[in-house]
C-alpha cells in the first residue's frame, strides 16, 4: 500500500485515515484529547469508552465500524491525486472490550492487522470471529499479517481462558480466610472477574476509575468501591506487588493473584535483601533460586501454563488476552500469508514470528500456489485452482481447531502500531 494513506494504532501526523485497534495504553501512544490528524476509526465498543478515556475528544473524528461487515473508505493517492478505495473489516480480536482485528484490501492486495489477539480453539465466541475470517479469506489472499507476536515462542504454552479462570477460584476458594487482590488492567479481564463472582458468589471491589469502565460496559450489580462487602478485590496491575501483599498481611492475612501469561521474576534489589516482584520480560529468562534465594515454586497443577506460587503471598495464574505459541500458529495455518511482520517490535523478547512460522508464510510454500501471476481486482483474488488448494489447506487448518467452520470461527510497554506501506514488511 502507498505511503500517506492509513495508520494502524500510531498517531503521528502523515495518513488520511486513522484506525485503532483497540484501548490499551501501549497502543494509544500519542493520541490525546487534542489529537485531530483525521477520521478515527474504531468498534463500536471502543467508541463507547473512547470519551471516558480521552475527555473532550472531538467525537466528531470517530468512525465506527460494525463487526464482520466490509466498509469502503475512499482517499486520495499522495502520489497520483487520483482516488483509491480502501476496504476494511472488523473482526473480533477476542482480547479486551472493543477489541478487533482489521483486515484491508484494495488496488494494494490485502493486509491483515491482528492488534493484541486471542485465538482460543475452544471458544464459542472465538468461532464466529473464526467464521467470518474465514469466509473473507475464501477471496482474498493475505499479502501481509501483522501479528501480535507478544508470545511468539515455544515457551508460551498456557491453557483457555476458562480453564484459567477456574484456576483462580480454586485459589480463592482454598484460602477462605484471606482477602484477595488481583491485578488487572484498566481494560480487559472483567470475563475473569465475572467468573469469580459468579463462582464464589460475591461482589468484587475495584477503584472508582474501573468502576465505571464496568457501568459502561453494562455491569451494574458486581462491582462495587465498598471495601467492606467483599474480600475479593481487583486492583491497577502497577500497584500490584510483592511489597504491597507484605504490607496488607501486616493487617489482614492477603494472597495476591496475577492473571498473565507472563511468569514473574523475583529479585532482591541491589543493596537490598528484601524481595521485590515484578514481570519478565522473557520467559527464558526465569531463573530458579533456591529456597534461601527468594523465588519458591509451588506448581499446583502441571500441565499447560500452570498456576505457580512465587512468594508466600503470590501466585501467577496463566490467565491470557493474548494468543499462546500454539494458537499463534494455528492463526498463521489458517490465515496463510504471503508475509508477515510482528506487531510488537521494539521490546527485549521480540520475536519475529519469520523465526518461528517462516515455513508457513506463502513465501516458503509450495510453487503451485505463488508460481502463479499475482492477478487481483480490487483486491479479491480471481479465483484460480491455486487459491483452491490455499482454501482446502485453510479448511483442513479449521479442522485441527476443532471447530464447526468446516461444516459451516508491561512488557508491551513499547508502542505498537504502523503506518501501512508496502515496504513496511521485512523481506
Ligand atoms: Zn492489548
Keep these: 500500500m502507498e505511503k500517506g494513506l492509513i495508520s494502524v494504532d500510531r498517531w503521528t501526523k502523515g495518513s488520511q485515515a486513522y484506525f485503532l485497534t483497540h484501548l490499551h495504553a501501549d497502543h494509544t501512544q500519542g493520541l490525546t484529547s487534542t489529537w485531530a490528524e483525521g477520521p478515527l476509526f474504531c468498534s463500536r465498543l471502543t467508541a ?61 492486495g490485502c493486509l491483515l492487522y491482528t492488534g493484541d489477539f486471542r485465538w482460543e480453539i475452544c471458544s464459542e465466541r472465538a468461532k464466529v470471529g473464526r ?38 477460584v480454586d485459589i480463592i476458594a482454598s484460602h477462605p480466610d484471606h482477602d484477595i487482590i488481583i491485578g488487572i488492567d484498566s481494560l480487559g479481564k472483567e470475563d475473569l472477574l465475572l467468573h469469580i463472582a459468579q463462582a464464589l458468589d460475591t461482589k468484587i471491589w475495584v477503584w472508582p476509575e474501573r468502576l465505571q469502565t464496568m457501568h459502561l460496559l453494562g455491569f451494574y450489580d458486581i462491582f462495587t468501591t465498598q471495601t467492606s462487602l467483599t474480600r475479593v478485590r481487583a486492583v491497577p496491575r502497577y500497584s500490584f506487588s510483592i511489597e504491597t501483599l507484605e504490607g496488607l498481611n501486616t493487617i489482614r492475612p492477603t494472597i495476591g493473584i496475577m492473571p498473565s501469561g507472563l511468569p514473574w521474576l523475583i529479585k532482591p534489589p ?46 501467577s495464574v496463566p490467565y491470557s488476552d493474548h494468543s499462546c505459541y500454539a494458537e499463534i500458529e494455528q492463526f498463521i495455518k489458517l490465515v496463510q500469508p504471503t508475509n508477515m511482520k510482528g506487531i510488537l517490535s521494539s521490546s ?74 508496502e515496504n513496511d514488511c521485512p523481506d
Design 48 to 108: 463507547k469508552l473512547f470519551p471516558f478515556r480521552f475527555p473532550n475528544f472531538r467525537l466528531s473524528l470517530l468512525r465506527i465500524l460494525d463487526l464482520g461487515s466490509w466498509h469502503s473508505i475512499s482517499l486520495i493517492s499522495p502520489s497520483t491525486g487520483s482516488r483509491v478505495t480502501v476496504e476494511v473489516l472488523a473482526i473480533d480480536a477476542h482480547h479486551c472490550p472493543g477489541a478487533v482485528m482489521f483486515l484491508f484490501r484494495g488496488e494494494f
Design 131 to 168: 467464521e467470518i475470517l474465514f469466509n473473507a479469506l475464501k477471496d482474498s489472499e493475505v499479502d501481509i499479517l501483522y501479528l501480535d507476536n507478544t508470545y511468539c515462542n515455544p515457551s508460551f504454552a498456557f491453557p483457555s481462558r476458562e480453564v484459567a479462570a477456574k484456576q483462580v
Design 270 to 315: 541491589k543493596g537490598d535483601d528484601k524481595l521485590s516482584g515484578s514481570f519478565l520480560t522473557c520467559r527464558y529468562n526465569r531463573s530458579k533460586m533456591g529456597p534461601n534465594g527468594g523465588m519458591q515454586t509451588d506448581k499446583l497443577s502441571g500441565i499447560l501454563g500452570s498456576v505457580e506460587r512465587f512468594h508466600k503471598y503470590m501466585y
Design 348 to 421: 527485549s523478547c521480540y520475536v519475529d514470528p519469520l523465526y518461528y512460522f517462516g515455513r508457513l508464510c506463502g513465501l516458503n510454500l509450495s510453487s503451485s500456489r505463488f508460481d502463479r501471476t499475482h492477478q487481483k481486482k480490487g483486491g479479491k483474488r480471481i479465483v484460480s485452482s491455486s487459491s483452491t488448494e490455499v482454501t482446502k489447506r485453510r479448511k483442513k487448518s479449521l479442522g485441527h481447531l476443532g471447530g464447526r467452520l468446516s461444516r459451516v470461527h508491561s512488557l508491551r510497554r513499547s508502542q505498537r502500531g504502523a503506518k501501512i506501506a
